[in-house]
C-alpha cells in the first residue's frame, strides 16, 4: 500500500502545463500530469495522466493511460485505461481504449474500438506514413521506399501506406538484434 502511495506522490510531483503553441514529438516514458492549454501539432506519447484544456487546439496522434478531452483534438486517441471526452470536446478520429466516457455535448467523429486494452499493447494503433517517419526520426520518402521494398512491414490501403505500431515495434527489435 506504501509503494501505491508513492507512484501516485511521485505522478502528482510530474506536472508539465503548456500553455504555448507547439509543434514536434512529446514523448513521456514515466508517469506524468500533462496538461496542454495552447494549440499543439505533432505526436504525443504519454505516459499518467493528459488533459487536453478547454481552449486547446491539438492536431496530433494520441497514446496515453488516462486522457482527458475538453478542447479541439484532430487525431486518432489511444488510451490504455480510460478515456474521458468532456461536453465542451470535439474530437475527428477514431478512439481506442477499455473504458470511455462522453460527456453530454462532446463531438466525436470516428470509430470507437473498446477492448481490454493492456498498458504495453499498442498492436490496434495504425500509423499514417509521416507518424512512423516521426516516430523513426527517418525522412518519409525513405520510409515510403522501405514500405515499398518490403523492408518494413507495411499495408497500401485507400492510396496510402499503412503500419501497425506493434508491427514496427517488433521490426525494430529484428533490426537492433542485426547490428
Do not use: C
Not at 167 to 177: S, T
Amino acid at each position: 500500500m506504501a509503494n501505491n502511495n508513492k507512484k501516485k506522490d511521485e505522478i502528482q510531483e510530474k506536472i508539465l502545463d503548456v500553455d504555448a503553441s507547439m509543434q514536434g514529438t512529446i514523448a513521456f516514458k514515466d508517469p506524468v500530469n500533462l496538461r496542454i492549454n495552447g494549440s499543439f501539432e505533432g505526436k504525443l506519447d504519454t505516459r499518467g495522466n493528459l488533459t487536453i484544456g478547454e481552449n486547446a487546439k491539438v492536431t496530433a496522434n494520441i497514446h496515453g493511460d488516462n486522457i482527458v478531452i475538453a478542447g479541439k483534438v484532430a487525431g486518432d486517441v489511444f488510451a490504455t485505461q480510460s478515456l474521458s471526452i468532456l461536453g465542451t470536446a470535439t474530437l475527428k478520429g477514431n478512439v481506442a481504449t477499455p473504458r470511455l466516457s462522453i460527456g453530454d455535448g462532446a463531438i466525436l467523429q470516428g470509430l470507437v474500438t473498446m477492448q481490454g486494452v493492456s498498458p504495453t499493447d499498442g498492436s490496434d494503433v495504425s500509423l499514417t506514413l509521416k507518424d512512423v517517419a516521426q516516430y523513426l526520426e527517418v525522412e518519409a520518402r525513405i520510409i515510403e521506399e522501405w514500405a515499398r521494398s518490403k523492408k518494413i512491414p507495411a499495408r497500401f490501403e485507400n492510396n496510402q501506406w499503412i503500419f501497425a505500431k506493434a508491427e514496427i515495434d517488433q521490426w525494430i527489435q529484428q533490426e537492433r538484434a542485426r547490428v
